[in-house]
């Protein structure tokens, strides 16, 4: 079993930064794809970030990249996403999701966390 826990969210305004964190567990984490997916209110969840077990590859969607960045730090467990320039089109509940199957690229994520959420004012 795997268990997800966001964290690093908040209330800011359109133009600042935040650094989401995802903690996990389990002994294999670093074998594992991990994603991030935003759900903004009255909308389903979409996807924005992935990235590879060992961290070396990553790929975004369209509309945040150079915005946001995703890494790891297995050592620690821990997936990142870095969101810069923040709009208030952001705001969302940021939910992060793991492949425990380390299936990079094939968005076939089997676990997830309960999401932090972001509130971005204009």
Known sequence: QV????????????????RLSC??????FS?????WFPQAPGKEREFVAAIRWSGDDTYYADSVKGRFTISRDNAKNTVYLQ???LKPEDT???????DSQG???LGLYDY???GTQVTVSS
Not at 92 to 98: D, F, I, K, L, Q
């Open 23 to 28: 903690a996990a567990s389990g002994r294999t």
């Open 3 to 18: 268990q997800l826990v966001e964290s690093g969210g908040g209330l800011v305004q359109a133009g600042s930064s935040l």
């Open 83 to 85: 969101v810069n320039s």
């Open 112 to 114: 997830w966390g309960q």
């Open 31 to 35: 074998s594992y794809a991990m994603g």
């Open 103 to 105: 299936r990079y690229g």
């Open 92 to 98: 969302a509940v940021y939910y992060c999701a793991a």
